[in-house]
């Protein structure tokens, strides 16, 4: 079976995007390839260095997301990046012969620095090193495949970059991991903005079916349904877009040309949405809530992934200590 590896820094609770742009992928990857999967807490702590305490707290919680979502111990290996001290050493390694140049026109790095330099100090050595540290994390294990959105295809161009320039150095090591774009698709939050933590306008998979409704009820619609019987268009509303991901074609298509006819108002298709977001999330939201009461369980699975992943790790490294003669 062919490797394929992904991580996610933890900055939270997972909302609907994270789920429909990456976890329900991440799921369904699990039956046709050998999946490691990782909790990034080093890559949270280039931006979180203030605050290192709740990089512990979200990684747990959001372990709880992907169990909840699906991710099966049996099938993937689950684990957190920091208990693998390999990562460290092949990003040590690797910093030694990736040119700086690299690193500072990687687009990624300069609009993060932009977006959130005006809050935090991010003119680091680690934050440079962000996609240096990456690469180690893909190489390690050997991946072929890297599901990720198309934000992250710098990243990974510069991964594939870095093997090539190993296997140039030292021999042989390393294959060079192609990126599964994942179909990233259009998740607005409740006030029709993208989907966000710091937008105070998402849906998570820790919200109740209550809590839920409490948000969708409000959230806006097209602007034109002033009264219900003002007829709207769909691809002008953000409830819309949450339909495309929850709502069977057939009914969609009810949806779409009863807001064109204002057959319905803005209520009653909320509701519908409703019902089937449920359908779906309702069973991974009653299981979060058991993986809630056992955490013991949540740090015995995350211990096992490790073992098996540092095994991995470890062998990689050896190979890499004797090709570049540290070998002991
Ligand atoms: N940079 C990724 C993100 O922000 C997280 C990440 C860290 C990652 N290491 C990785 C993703 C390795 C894929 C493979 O989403
Ligand atoms: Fe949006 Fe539905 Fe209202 Fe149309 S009827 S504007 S799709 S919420």
Not at 53 to 78: C, H
Not at 123 to 137: C, E, I, K, S
Not at 269 to 278: A, E, I
Request: contains cysteine; hydrophobic residues 35%.
């Amino acid at each position: 079976m062919k490797r394929v590896l992904s991580g996610m820094r933890p900055t939270g609770k997972l909302h609907l995007g994270n789920y429909l742009g990456a976890l329900k992928n991440w799921v369904a990857l699990q039956n046709e390839y050998q999946c490691f999967y990782f909790v990034a807490d080093w890559h949270a702590l280039t931006t979180e260095y203030e605050d290192p305490k709740s990089i512990r707290e979200n990684s747990l919680e959001v372990v709880i997301d992907w169990l909840a979502a699906g991710l099966d111990p049996e099938k993937s290996i689950l684990f957190v990046q920091s208990w693998i001290k390999e990562h460290a050493e092949l990003h040590l390694l690797f910093s030694m012969f990736t040119p700086l140049s690299w690193l500072e026109r990687n687009p990624t790095y300069k609009e993060m620095k932009q977006e959130l330099g005006e809050y935090k100090e991010l003119a680091t050595y680690g934050f440079l090193g962000y996609p240096v540290l990456q690469a180690a994390d893909i190489l390690i294990y050997k991946a072929h495949y890297v599901p990720v959105g198309k934000d992250q295809l710098p990243h990974l161009e510069l991964t594939r970059e870095i093997a090539r320039r190993f296997n140039y150095l030292y021999g042989r090591c390393f294959p060079e991991p192609q990126p599964k774009l994942t179909e990233i698709p259009k998740v607005p939050g409740t006030d029709g903005r993208k989907m966000s933590k710091s937008y105070n306008n998402a849906i998570y998979l820790a919200d109740t079916p209550e809590e839920v409704w409490e948000k969708l009820r409000p959230m806006v619609t097209d602007t034109r349904r002033k009264r219900k019987t003002d007829p709207g268009e769909p691809q002008d509303c953000p409830v819309y877009y949450l339909h495309l991901a929850f709502t069977p074609e057939e009914e969609l298509r009810v949806v779409e040309d009863g807001c064109r006819k204002a057959a319905f108002g803005c209520i009653e298709c909320k509701k519908r949405l409703y019902n089937h977001m449920m359908e779906q999330l309702g069973p991974v939201m009653e299981r979060r809530r058991q993986w809630e009461k056992r955490k013991d369980e949540v740090m015995d699975i995350l211990k096992e992934g490790a073992k098996k992943a540092r095994e991995v790790a470890q062998a990689t490294m050896e190979e890499v200590r004797r090709l570049m003669a540290f070998a002991l």
